[in-house]
């Protein structure tokens, strides 16, 4: 398709680096290199500059038109176009793009969620430039990475509470690096390699499922003879027609500049996965929403379409995204990394007691940052990390810790006791960690993997709250160290308190077990919000409020608004999800067993026509299974339709969640039952969708 090499094309959508040295004054270029690096003010003098160059290099691209791309709280990202044509006095038109345009838009943008945080008479909020994350060309249009705020100030997107909790973490991991004699380090950041999973299906088959059109998953469905109990797709032979579809993806992805990396079959069959190498978070959460977008235009492309959903198919693994998080310097050392030294390795051990503390101490916020209604299906099923959040650090680690702790000798090491400072930590490789594939939350060798994540999810939210909570108490650690009369002893209790204060959240065992949840929650006293109602108001708990203000990661009225918007999103979605049952039992399904049943009582009738009499003893009986079956399903959905009534009219949002976990859900199962049922007795010409085996197996 295409004849370039990847190197000589790759990023070739993208206003990078390369390009702007090429295209920028040197001046220009300095000045803007230090806002993007040390986060300094924009001038506007360079923005004007920038601006032209852009546009010069987009309508060079073909570029007609500019948008400010932005991640408003629905989840998915917006744009509005903007042409860059301008009437010249003779009649023509030129190209312009100001500084101005550059830096701030005014999206009309008045329906976006924004949970009250705007009044309606100020419909507008307006969007700003973000320096650090490139611009693109996707189609003929320059896109520009850029936050959403109010006029008031307030975010009303997930960018710019990501880049307010890495500045949280760059300030207070800068006081910890000066205190281990770092001088040299400017900034400190969060990278993140985010691992997509996805379904593929075919879009004939896609378009005869309402429920996979208007709800991203089938809300019916009996279990296909054959599903993932075989275990041959995972890792398998990739099919041409998923292998054709993937190359094309990898050329879209690579000309936008992401680093698209590992691509393989996942679990269930029709499932797949796709990693980038990692990058600085506020990029790789760009990225990652661009690439979700890309698979679904590329799938279109194929005549196949990418399912996204957590949930796509009861009984089937459902979609994860694995966060894998680390924090590294601006002079490429990674601050999870053991290292090599004695002094690296006490540093090491400090930043790893930061994460467990803060990930035990904001349990409920990353909870939070996942759930959705499409998560809750994931989160507790027998595939998914459970939704109790706890660490895996591996053997070697945990022994480490424990010798700490209790000033024991360290199992395997030939000096007494673990002297932090100046005795070597053992090399901890990734094959010694990373055994335990269960774990929501797993110390990989040199990074954390958050694996709670749904596969639709926006990434912003997971690693703004792991982002602010390390913040904080990198900021108790710091407060306490730059105060201490004798370092290493301070340093050593600290790292002890904090072994011994948070060591219940660590746990090296399956985390897929029913006696784990028990031992979790009666034992240990961690947290388990198995649904999106059960977690999302514990937003608002004055510990986490206190502590996400007081990072200046998000307002008061933020949180609230975003508290609202979360269960207002989880209502809706399941209330379509119920009428889409509703409708598609009512039109589809009871009429087809109808016509079934009485092609057999058709059947019957002939053959007792027939002179010797037959007993039809066969279609007797399934006449009156179908019948029986057809009475259930409609005492069902008049049951479901009149809770979905019920739940409407209930205003607080809140309660509305509560009652849709009590009982809407319990009825939506309860349909679905009855129909699989039906579908399972039902000859295939008169059931109205593909079924599990088509659709699993539809791709070739
Ligand atoms: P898997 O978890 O499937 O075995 P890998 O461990 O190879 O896969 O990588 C998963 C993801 O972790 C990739 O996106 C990779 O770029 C990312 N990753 C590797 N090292 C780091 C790091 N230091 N910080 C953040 N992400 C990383
Ligand atoms: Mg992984």
Redesign the pocket.
Known sequence: MMSTTVSEYFGSQVFDDRVMKATLSAKVYQSLKKTIDEGQRLDIGVANAVANAMRDWAVSKGATHYTHWFQPLTGITAEKHDSFITPSPDGGVIMEFSGKELIQGEPDASSFPSGGLRATFEARGYTAWDPTSYAFIKGKTLCIPTAFCSYGGEALDKKTPLLRSMDALNKQALRILRLFGNAGVKRVRT?????QEYFLITQEMYNRRPDLRFTGRTLFGAKPPKGQEMDDHYFGVIKPRVAAYMEELNQELWKLGILA??EHNEVAPAQH?L????TTTNIATDHNQLMMEMMQKVAAKHGLVCLLHEKPFDGVNGSGK?N???I?TDTGV?L??PGETPYENAQFLLFLCAVIKAVDDYQDLLRIAVATAGNDHRLGANEAPPAVVSIFLGDELNDVLEAIESDKPYNGAEHTIMQLGADVLPNFS?DTT?RNRTSPFAF?G??F?FRMLGSSNSIACANIMLNAAVAEVLKKYADKLENAADFDTALHQLIQSTIREHKHIIFNGNGYDESWIQEATQKRGLLNYPTTPDCMPHLLDQKNIDMLTSQGVYSEAELKSRCDIMLENYCKTVIIEANTMVSMARKQIVPAIEEYATEIAKTAAAKKALEEGLACRYEKELVKKLSSLTDQIAQCTDALADSVTEISAIGEVLSQANAIRDTLIEKMSELRAVCDQAETITAKKYWPYPTYGDLLFSVK
């Open positions: 990278c993140v390699g985010p691992e990396k590992t996965e990693a980038p190498i990692y694995h894998n998080w680390s590294a990674n999870l990394s990734r990373d990989t040199n990074k993997e």
